[in-house]
């Protein structure tokens, strides 16, 4: 089967798999029994699509051969009388079974990893692999979240149904957490296969929306999904002919959607009077410092650093330190920045982003040595084509 076949098929899975198990899940309010046979149907749709072809409605031909296993599967085991049900739920208001399977695997019942973990592979199609390099974790740590999940959900009968008004709120931060990832993922791929993926990414902005309809009020919800538009808004500017990576500073600026820059500004205005400051609005509040720049030395990196100084606050994590050390390359010199970047390596030791950054920094300074073994460090650590074609152009450009 060809590499295009796969995209293809790949997005099909990614977009329908989560609407086949929640159609499932509503019918027999059994978890593990619908997403085990929504994916037995993709590995049915593997072995004859690419012979037969992409079926018109590919959704309802997944959701026919999942019905079909689950059935089997419930007379097999004599227990079809006792399992076939309708769910008396109701129809959810945002009109996707998505929005109500994301809020179930988000019950407070489950520890947070675990719900992310769980709903960024139910809901979003992400691989174990995918969400481990997300997680910066193991697989193998991956699946025994996403096993545990399951389970507790089968065991404590998490009912599959968006919850009531009062308890929204409390499942909202794991919620943005997993479209957060959701979203990263598509934006820039941990895999080898493409260098990313935009309707993952456009896929959890459309959710996001939903949410956002849910819940309006949310300063944190409306932050993030400001944060996606900017970052989407300079998606046409990206990759080059060749694949390669397009960095801020080299990037076309009349390729932007101004559009998309406008309406981000607009929800980013509207979070902050709700006064309710939170790590994703400091994200679109650092994004909207370089999508409201008219050139890349327009940038106002002192406003940077400070705003990654409030986020810090709230989010104080290596990552976030990095970025921030990035910010402080262009207010405070090399020197310092190498410095602050250097203490995180205990930390980021196996992050591509750290090992690029002290490549270029180290670049400055003049260690050119030090700089290529720090290029080859992070090329080691990352799948996904775009950087490593940059990565290697980088580190051939002395």
């Not at 520890?111 to 174990?128: F, M, N, P, Y």
């Not at 193991?138 to 507790?152: C, G, L």
């Not at 990206?238 to 801020?248: C, E, H, K, M, N």
């Not at 409201?292 to 705003?307: G, K, N, Y």
Request: hydrophobic residues 45%.
């Amino acid at each position: 089967m060809g590499g295009a076949t796969e995209a293809v098929l790949g997005e099909v899975f990614r977009e329908e798999a989560g609407r086949v198990t929640a159609s499932l899940m509503r019918r027999y309010g059994n978890f593990e029994l619908a997403e085990d046979c929504t994916q037995e149907a993709c590995v049915e749709a593997l072995r004859s699509w690419p012979v037969r072809g992409i079926p018109t409605r590919p959704g309802a031909w997944l959701r026919r051969v999942a019905e079909r296993r689950a059935l089997d599967r419930l007379r097999r085991d004599q227990r079809f009388a006792a399992k076939v049900r309708v769910m008396p739920f109701p129809a959810p208001e945002s009109g996707d079974d998505r929005l109500r399977l994301m809020f179930a695997c988000c019950h407070p019942a489950l520890s947070r990893d675990a719900q992310v973990a769980l709903t960024l592979r139910t809901v979003a199609g992400l691989t174990t692999a995918q969400i481990a390099s997300a997680f910066l974790i193991s697989e193998a740590s991956v699946a025994q979240r996403i096993t545990r999940a399951k389970r507790k959900i089968v065991d404590a009968a998490i009912p599959f149904r968006m919850p009531a008004a009062a308890d929204l709120e409390d499942r909202v931060a794991e919620v943005l957490a997993v479209l957060y990832l959701m979203f990263n993922e598509g934006y820039l791929a941990s895999r080898w296969e493409v260098a990313h993926d935009s309707s993952l990414a456009e896929d959890a902005t459309w959710l996001a929306g939903l949410v956002v309809h849910v819940l309006p009020t949310q300063a944190e919800l409306l932050g993030l999904l400001a944060l996606f538009k900017f970052q989407l808004a300079r998606v046409r500017a990206r990759f080059a002919a060749d694949g390669s990576l397009v960095l801020l500073a080299d990037q076309d600026r009349s390729l932007w959607d101004q559009e998309g820059i406008r309406e981000a500004s607009e929800l980013l205005e509207q979070a902050a009077t709700l006064d309710r400051p939170g790590p994703y609005q400091f994200q679109a509040a650092i994004a909207s410092c370089h999508a409201l720049a008219e050139s890349w030395s327009a940038t106002d990196w002192p406003l940077m650093v400070r705003l990654y100084d409030r986020l810090l606050q709230v989010q104080p994590s290596p990552v976030v330190r990095l970025n921030r050390a990035v910010a402080l390359w262009h207010v405070a010199g090399a020197e310092v920045a190498l410095s602050e970047t250097d203490d995180l390596v205990p930390d980021l030791q196996r992050y591509h982003l750290l090992h690029s950054t002290r490549a270029e920094l180290l670049r400055e300074l003049g260690r050119e040595d030090e700089a290529q073994a720090a290029w080859a460090q992070a090329l080691a650590l990352t799948l996904n084509p775009a950087e490593r074609r940059h990565i290697r152009a980088r580190a051939a450009r002395i």
